[in-house]
Every structure is written in C-alpha cells, then in structure tokens.
C-alpha cells in the first residue's frame, strides 16, 4: 500500500471515489482547484489504484477563549473492493502527525461509527439540544425590540457578523468565521428560495440575535424548521422567540436546535403539556493533536499543579506525563516529567475532558480510558465542563 497526498492531477479521481462511495454528484467531491489549503491523503494499492481517501479542512475554533487551529476530517471514503483492508487508517497514520508537525491543535469530524473512529484518537464531543417548540405558547418580548428581514439588497451583514462574534465567544469548539465565509448573505432571496432570515435588534439599533427558516408540512401540522439561530445572550434569545412567535397565527411549531446548556431552556416559559419537546442529537467527534498546546491554552480553576500520563497511539509526541502548573485561571507551564501521574487518560477521553464535556466524576465513573490514580489532586481544575457548540459541517 502507498499512502500520500493527492496531486492535483489526481483530484478528479478522489471526486469520483467520494461519488461512488457516497451516491453524489462527482463535482460535489472535496478536490477542488481553488482549495488549496486542504489536503486529501489518498492510499493506493501496490499497483497504484486509488483505494481510500480522506480530507483535511483548515478551520480556527474557539477553545477556552483562544483562537485555536483545527483540522477538520472530511470525505472519508474507500471503494467497495478495498473496504476493510486498512486503507483510511493508513491515511490517518500519515496524517495526523503532520498535522502535529504543522502547529494544528485540534481536529473534529462527523463520524459514520463513533466506534471506528475512537480508533484514532477521536472521542464524542458536542451535543445539540433538538427542540420543538409551539408557536401558541410564544409571545413577543416586552420593550421596544423589532426585527427586519434580510435579503441581497439589504443583506444587514454587518449586523450578522457582529451576533456572530458574541455567539462565537461563549462556545468552546465553534469556528470563528472569517470575511470569506459570508458569501451567502450576499445570496439571500426568501421570494424565490423560500428561506426567511430574520435580525433582531432592541430599542437602539443593538443586533441581538437572528435565525433562518423555512416553512414545511409535516405529520405534526405546519412548522417553522430553522436552520440558523444564533444570538448574543438572554434577550437575544428571548427576541427569535418573539420571531417564531409572529408566525403562531400559520404555523404550529418552531423546530431548532440549540447548544446543550442546562441553562437555555428556562428561557422558553411554557414548556409542559406538549408545549415544548427536547431531544439530544450527538454532533461530532474532538481530538487533540497536539497535547502541549492544548494544555497550555487551557483555562483553568484556581491553583495548584497536576501531571496526566497521556497515551496516544498515532502521535507519539503526546504521549508521557505531562506536568502542568496553573494559576490565575490560566496554565502558567507545561512539561514532560518523569513524576508519577495523578491520572491516566487515553488521546481521546482526554481529548472530550479538555474540550469540556462533562464534570471529571461522571468521567470516572463511565468513561472508557480514564484512570484516576490520585483522587486528592485537583483534577477537576483543568478537567471540568464547558459550554460547547459547534456549527459547521465538513
């Protein structure tokens, strides 16, 4: 088997492999001439036939306040003939110490089995929080708030990209978005695509929040289904809901997702009775790849010092006891040490502790590849729930 990246001559064969292996339209592939920051990793038999590919996309996410490079996993994908025959794990052997090698932080992709992809390092991450909302419980929030609705001529992009960046700031694992990723406000046309993106604003012209929907039939009657909703805090929220609310006279329910905070649902008043309904839909898979940098960017709780042992079969550089010193609520050193370690984790448990999915005592107890060795250290310093979102697909 011969791993290594595509050439860009070979780009119309990983397009055709991504339209064979996933039923689409070959020019839907993720080979394009004009992305030339994303790597595809190909393996090829021994007699030069492409076998499996997958790609690498450049994002910056938000990790516990700093901006923080991210490879994201795309496109993973192998012919019938060659399935099973270790094809993407020889791409991701190759790959993810590069990545390594080039300064990247974190990687995130959507897994078609969490199972295969814990094999590499990548462990379950964010959750959304499915909600289904009846418009007849809604009203519109008290002050003198208005909205207005977005189109090609009046795209209110600046007003968007400033909800954007308050959003942006509260999740840990959301990608920050640049000048380049606005392109569609530029398309906006509700009259023929039927997508309605309303911005909220209070009394003095202040964006707060803005959501995107259309209009469909379904079993349960004729609903709002969002795709976008977004918002700077409280009264941002509490403002979409006045949105959804608007259209109660035509439309039964309102069907978003939300970040899983605890918090967030207080703020829909009526729930009880069928008003509301709440499902959790799992959102993707974090790893570290670079666990130095992680650590050192991390925020932590008061102060003291702890040493992890980390394990991590495809990089060898985080792997030992790592050392870390803290103060201030930030990490003031990291080191590889020869002390005994006040835990031991797996690449990937450690991976979702540090992003912030749960408080280290649920850890203990349920999670695979967590050891505690020291109870009294003050682990849950650095590991401890955060909030959490992320947004885009790749």
């Known amino acids: 088997m011969i791993v290594r990246k595509a050439l860009p001559e070979e780009y119309a064969s990983v397009n055709a492999l991504f339209s064979i292996a996933f039923e689409a339209a070959p020019s839907a592939g993720p080979a394009q001439e004009n992305d030339t920051d994303v790597r595809h990793w190909c393996a090829f038999s021994d007699e030069g036939e492409l076998m499996s590919s997958l790609s690498l996309t450049p994002f910056t996410i938000r990790f516990d306040g700093c901006a923080c490079p991210m490879a994201g996993v795309g496109a993973v994908a192998t012919l019938p003939p060659f399935r099973r025959k270790g094809g993407v794990a020889a791409c991701f052997a190759e ?4 990545l390594y090698r080039d300064g990247v932080v974190f990687s995130y992709l959507y897994p ?3 199972a295969f992809y814990r094999r590499f390092g990548y462990e379950s991450c964010v959750t959304k929080l499915n909600c289904t909302l009846e418009l007849a419980q809604l009203k519109r929030p008290a002050g003198d708030g208005y909205f207005r609705l977005a189109t090609k001529e009046a795209p209110l992009a600046d007003d968007i990209r400033k909800v954007d960046r308050a959003w942006e700031d509260m999740w840990n694992m959301e990608v920050l978005r640049d000048d380049g990723d606005y392109e569609w406000i530029t398309k906006l046309d509700p009259l023929t695509s039927k997508e309605y993106l309303y911005v909220c604003y209070d009394a003095s012209g202040e964006p707060l929040g803005y959501t995107e929907f259309h209009t469909q039939v379904e ?17 941002g929220f509490r403002a979409v809901l006045g949105v959804f609310g608007s259209h109660a006279a035509d439309y039964r329910f309102a069907k978003f997702s939300l970040p899983s905070d605890d918090a967030l649902p207080y703020l829909m008043g009526e729930w009880s009775l069928g008003a509301a ?3 959790l839909l799992p959102a993707g898979m974090v790893r570290i790849v670079n666990a130095t940098e992680a650590l050192r960017r991390a925020v932590c709780r008061g102060e003291g010092e702890l040493s992890l042992r980390l394990r991590d079969a495809q990089i060898a550089e985080n ?5 870390v010193r803290f103060a201030g609520g930030h990490t003031v050193s990291v080191e590889k040490t020869d002390r005994e370690p006040d835990a031991v ?3 990937a448990s450690f991976s979702a502790l540090l992003a912030g999915v749960c408080e280290l005592p649920g850890a203990a107890r349920w999670m695979d590849g967590v050891e505690i060795i020291r109870p009294e250290a003050p682990l849950d310093s650095l590991l401890y729930r955060k909030p959490m979102m992320i947004s885009e697909y790749f």
């Open 277 to 279: 309904s709440f499902s």
């Open 95 to 98: 790959a993810l110490p590069e």
């Open 219 to 235: 079993s349960d009657g004729r609903n709002l289904i969002c795709s976008r909703l977004r918002f700077t805090g409280r009264e």
């Open 112 to 114: 078609f089995s969490t």
């Open 319 to 323: 792997n030992g006891v790592f050392t």
């Open 345 to 347: 984790l797996d690449i």
